[in-house]
């Protein structure tokens, strides 16, 4: 166990002073904030027409309708859909160079001339993924939050806080899917280019090719802004009209559960109240209704630490060098 | 205990259908620092790649420092250095932090002091903090000889320690490696292309050809035996041509 700390360790300086992550991470952490901080003024110009018009009402001696549904951690949106794109890609990129920069620099040959346990190697690795993920994870959601709070001006009870929290812990097991299916493919291939190359395939599938399936095949989707808004349809009717097309929205669904970034959308969507239906809607009943897309993400998560953990070994490693 | 630091007999290495070591035997006693010549493919990597427990024969048995390849590779892996061709060690870390990872990851007591002391044998102190991005190959390779003596081994390979570097960095490594010979009794194995320099620093030689060990000798009796050669170029050529004068 001590040489994975020591593995682990290695790791985490290594990456800590690589210039081309630290690159990475600004970029996603500077597009994210560029997102909310669009949504925000968006937001505060949505809630000034509010006050304006409640308070003209009010001078006029009427009594304005309830405000509009302002929930702030909607501003989250984009910054979400460049976490499961952008973000997903650079956790690939991640996880490729853990195993690529040590075949490239023949220090593997060090390491395993070295008397290291079978899985110690993997497990350095596994855990300084898991790590970096963490603080990584961590850090964006709290500059996210500190955005959401000073940009925004919106004002987050705990329960905001405790979604987020949420939203950040769902990112965590998406990312480090990301990077050990990365360092898997990398192990598995002699040259670990076609490693990245086969992990950029898979990528393109899950991240674009399926959701836009999915996106293409909804029938709300065939209008901008909404079939069912344009047409007038409220969320009663929509959801009557479609059990017309059960088999259809069935199967719509599947391909779209197939991918791992939906599952990450619809749980986060969910708990960010992005998507209406979730909007203030207590914790426990988004649970219910999206457990099996968080339980989904976490078993494809934990499939990946395994099949880094099995693939990542002495043998295979040593079997498969440039 | 056995005299002999590195014994190889019958050593067979496959890949697919095409075969790099053809019953190869072999034996280095103690103290020595053998040199393993031969043309590029003669399998010289293959063996110090199963020499250094990296690959697994296909068949035979062999043993580095009474240790046993196949049946006791971890306790190998304790009593033996390596530095293989090119390496480029973890450029984002000072020597200081890659040393210290390779010393932890082998055990060292006290790695600090032991760093101290491997940076005075290989005579690279004062760069400790210096990454080693910035390194030349000279640098490195003095580098990667204290990270291969870190543990204190008892047999060194080296794959290539000269290849690249300019005279006084192959001067400076020849005079490091015969000080670890002399002066702490490293038995050293190293492959190399560069037959003057083997005449230097290794006390004998094997060549192989095609995967068999075709000659073995010291290199005062190699240098004796063919009285009509003027360098060693000369009488390994004629030994790898089949034709020993």
């Given at each position: 166990m001590a040489e994975v700390g020591v593995l682990c360790r290695k790791e985490l300086k290594d990456l800590s002073r690589s210039r081309a992550i630290a690159m990475l991470l600004v970029f996603l952490s500077a597009v994210i904030l560029l997102s909310v901080l669009v949504a925000a003024a968006d937001y505060r110009v949505k809630l000034a027409e509010y006050t304006a018009y409640a308070d003209a009402l009010k001078a006029a001696g009427g009594s304005p309708t309830p405000p509009p549904n302002l929930f702030p951690l909607q501003m989250l949106?984009?910054?979400?859909?460049?976490?499961?794109?952008?973000?997903?890609?650079?956790?690939?990129?991640?996880?490729y160079g853990l195993v690529a920069k040590e075949k490239g620099s023949n220090t593997l040959q060090l390491l395993f001339?070295?008397?290291?346990?079978?899985?110690?190697?993997?497990?350095g690795k596994i855990l300084a993924t898991v790590i970096v993920w963490l603080v990584v994870v961590a850090a964006l959601f709290a500059v996210v939050a500190l955005a959401v709070l000073l940009a925004g001006r919106a004002q987050l009870a705990g329960q905001d806080f405790l979604r987020l929290a949420i939203a950040a812990a769902h990112t965590w097991a998406y990312f480090i899917m990301w990077s050990l299916l990365a360092l898997t493919l990398a192990s598995l291939t002699r040259q670990p280019?076609?490693?990245?190359?086969?992990?950029?395939v898979l990528w393109l599938v899950i991240v674009l090719v399926i959701p836009q399936i999915g996106d293409t095949m909804d029938p709300d989707n065939q209008v901008p802004g909404g079939l069912f808004t344009s047409l007038q349809i409220d969320r009663t009717n929509e959801k009557a009209l479609l059990t017309h097309f059960a088999s259809y929205e069935t199967g719509r669904d599947f391909v779209e559960q197939t991918s791992a970034t939906k599952?990450?959308?619809?749980?986060?969507?969910?708990?960010?109240?992005?998507?209406?239906?979730?909007?203030?809607?207590?914790?426990?009943?988004?649970?219910?209704?999206?457990s099996h897309n968080s339980l989904w993400l976490l078993t494809t998560s934990v499939f990946t630490v395994a099949a880094?953990?099995?693939?990542?070994?002495?043998?295979?490693?040593?079997r498969k060098l440039p | 205990m056995t005299?002999?630091?590195?014994?190889?007999?019958?050593?067979?290495?496959?890949?697919?259908?095409?075969?790099?070591?053809?019953?190869?035997?072999?034996?280095?006693?103690?103290?020595?620092i053998?040199?393993?010549l031969g043309h590029n493919g003669a399998g010289k990597t293959t063996t110090v790649n199963i020499l250094t427990t990296l690959l697994p024969p296909s068949s035979g048995t062999a043993s580095v420092a009474g240790r046993d390849i196949r049946t006791q590779p971890a306790q190998v892996r304790r009593v033996i250095g390596y530095l293989p061709e090119n390496v480029q060690f973890y450029d984002n870390l000072t020597l200081n932090e890659n040393l210290m990872f390779f010393a932890q990851l082998s055990g060292v007591q006290h790695p600090a002091a032991r760093i101290r002391t491997v940076l005075d044998i290989v005579d690279f102190p004062g760069h400790e903090r210096e990454h080693m991005g910035t390194f030349s190959k000279g640098m490195r390779q003095r580098a990667g000889i204290a990270q291969a003596i870190l543990h204190e081994p008892a047999v060194l390979f080296l794959d290539e320690p000269t290849s690249g570097l300019d005279p006084q960095g192959v001067a400076t490594l020849r005079n490091i490696i015969i000080r670890l010979n002399r002066e702490l009794g490293v038995t050293v194995f190293m492959n190399t292309h560069l037959l003057g320099e083997v005449t230097r620093t290794c006390t004998s030689i094997g060549i192989l050809g095609a995967g068999r060990l075709i000659y073995q000798d010291s290199i005062s009796a190699t240098l004796d035996s063919f009285p009509g050669q003027d360098s060693l170029e000369e009488i390994y050529l004629s030994i790898a041509a089949g034709t020993p004068s």
């Open positions: 949106r984009a910054g979400i859909e460049y976490l499961e794109i952008v973000g997903s890609l650079f956790a690939v990129i991640l996880g001339t070295r008397p290291l346990g079978r899985h110690a190697f993997a497990g280019a076609s490693g990245l190359v086969l992990a950029l599952q990450y959308e619809r749980a986060v969507f969910a708990y960010l109240g992005v998507k209406t239906q979730y909007n203030q809607v207590p914790l426990g009943a988004v649970w219910d209704a999206t880094a953990f099995l693939s990542t070994t002495r043998e295979t490693l040593l | 005299d002999m630091a590195i014994q190889a007999t019958g050593l067979v290495k496959q890949y697919g259908g095409k075969t790099a070591l053809d019953q190869l035997t072999l034996s280095v006693p103690r103290g020595e053998f040199g393993l």
